[in-house]
C-alpha cells in the first residue's frame, strides 16, 4: 500500500505513469493500492472517496489526475469508510480531495487498518 499526501501539484513531470507502475506492482495478496490526500487551504468543497471524476476539475487542475492515479478501494476499505459515516459506493477510489486534519487522520485509518485479504 501507497498512500501519497499531497498539495496536488507535480512539481517534476507527470506522475500518472509512475502511479501506473505501482499500481501494476503485485504480492500474493493482490496489487498495491495506492490512495492520494490531498491537503489544500483552498475553499474548494471537500470531496470523500468519489466514484468518478465529475466535478472535480472545476475544485481544483489536478484533482482528476489524484482521482485516477487511485485505487478502487477495496471491500474491507468501503467497510471501514462506511463505519466512519462516509458514503462510499462499490466503485469508489482512495482518494480525498482537500481534507481537513479529522478527515486526513480517518484516511490514514481506513487506509492502514489491519484485514485478513487472504
Known amino acids: 500500500m501507497v498512500i501519497n499526501i499531497t498539495d496536488g501539484e507535480s512539481t517534476d513531470g507527470d506522475p500518472y505513469p509512475a502511479s501506473a507502475a505501482i499500481r501494476e506492482l503485485e504480492t500474493e495478496d493482490g496489487n498495491v493500492l495506492l490512495l492520494n490526500l490531498h491537503l489544500s487551504s483552498c475553499r474548494a468543497p471537500q470531496v470523500f472517496f468519489p466514484d468518478s471524476e465529475s466535478g472535480l476539475a472545476e475544485q481544483d487542475k489536478y484533482a482528476p489526475l489524484l482521482f485516477n492515479m ?4 477495496p471491500a474491507f476499505m468501503r467497510s471501514a469508510a ?28 481506513i487506509g492502514t487498518r489491519a484485514a485478513n485479504m487472504r
Do not use: M, P
Request: a negative charge; charged letters at 20%; proline letters at 0%.
Open 82 to 109: 462506511r463505519d466512519l459515516g462516509y458514503t462510499v459506493s462499490d466503485t469508489a477510489r482512495g482518494f480525498v480531495f482537500n481534507a481537513e486534519i479529522q478527515d486526513a487522520i480517518q484516511f490514514l485509518d
Open 70 to 73: 487511485s485505487s478502487h478501494l
